[in-house]
């Protein structure tokens, strides 16, 4: 018989001791420890069973209707197009001139609000983190987070209010002597007004994130830095921003899959035929073509069209991020 091998002896300490041996832990397979976890914790698991269900239904059955823009679709027809026709509508709206039109709108009015409301936020996350004062911060805080909480429907009612010709603004400028601007039918002050508009109902919301974030920086960063002698705009440059990097990098990502999807509520409801040239994009295109005409097949196409760009630019910006600053969303 082959005797079996012996253990080899373990080394002893500097002491003479011998270090214990560690127990054994039997390997257990992996679907009984998913179903251990599951038993023990399925309230936890059951409070994602209500979220599942909503993408399913109201975001991952839908694509199958994508299937339209490759054929023809009539109101109260067969659900998913009558006949075949290829990338006929694909063609259709890259050879319409309305269509690259409120394309060029689309990239304008996203580039504007990426460049604005984008690093907007995180500046004003930087000042109230240098506020010393927590009655003062925290007013300030409350004072930026309550335009989120407005209705879509309000904040035009508060813009056509403000900016019609009897409007607060106009007031003052005749106040001055001159004479008043019809802002609302003046294509070139739509895109100051939405983004205008856009930054002051979105700006306190978005700091949460980053106070939060700026709250998991080591605070003896900060007492090293001074010690080596840097300044507040230092200690800022070094030590904060490359806390929250993270951070921002995924929401700038985030942000870059909404690209194409520029505030279509708030479009829809302060634009006008008269500043079309200007304000009308993608989205409101599409719901003109779609909803209005009964178009539903283009407008699916136009659609696809929106979702692959975002697409295509969610993955170049994770992989650019990942490459140059070293950290990405996946």
Do not use: C
């Not at 063609?91 to 009015?109: C, G, K, S, Y």
């Amino acid at each position: 018989m082959a005797l079996a091998a012996t253990p080899e002896p373990l080394k002893p300490r500097r002491d003479g001791s011998v270090y214990p041996e560690p127990p054994a832990t039997p390997i257990r397979p992996r679907s009984h420890t998913w179903r251990r976890a599951l038993r023990r914790d399925w309230q936890l698991y059951s409070l994602a069973v209500l979220p599942l269900v909503f993408f399913l239904i109201f975001r991952y059955l839908p694509m199958a209707g994508n299937v339209i823009a490759f054929r023809r679709y009539f109101p109260g027809g067969n659900l998913f197009g009558e006949e075949w026709v290829g990338l006929q509508y694909f063609m259709m709206f890259l050879n319409d001139p309305t269509f690259w039109r409120v394309f060029t709108n689309t990239l304008i009015l996203g580039s504007l609000t990426l460049l604005f409301l984008f690093p907007a936020p995180i500046i004003l996350a930087l000042l109230l983190n240098e506020v010393r004062t927590r009655y003062l911060k925290r007013f300030v805080q409350t004072i930026s987070y309550l335009p989120h909480f407005l209705s879509i429907v309000v904040v035009a009612g508060i813009i056509f209010q403000t900016l019609s010709i009897d409007g607060v603004v106009n007031q003052a400028i005749q106040a001055t002597g001159n004479e008043p601007i019809p802002f609302l039918r003046q294509s070139e002050w739509f895109r100051t007004i939405y983004i205008s508009s856009e930054m002051w109902q979105t700006l306190g919301w978005g700091t949460i994130l980053y106070l939060a974030a700026l709250t998991t920086i080591d605070p003896n960063l900060y007492e090293a830095a001074r010690i080596d002698g840097a300044n507040r705009w230092k200690q800022t440059w070094h030590v904060t921003l490359p806390g929250i990097r993270p951070t921002i990098v995924t929401l700038l990502v985030l942000n870059t899959g909404t690209f194409m999807a520029v505030g279509f509520e708030k479009i829809l409801l302060i634009y006008n035929p008269l500043t079309y040239e200007t304000a009308d994009v993608i989205a409101t295109y599409v719901y003109r073509v779609g909803v209005q005409s009964g178009f539903f097949s283009y407008a699916a196409a136009i659609g696809m069209f929106e979702a692959l760009i975002g697409l295509i630019l969610v993955f170049s910006v994770n992989a650019i991020a990942r490459r140059t600053v070293g950290t990405s969303l996946w």
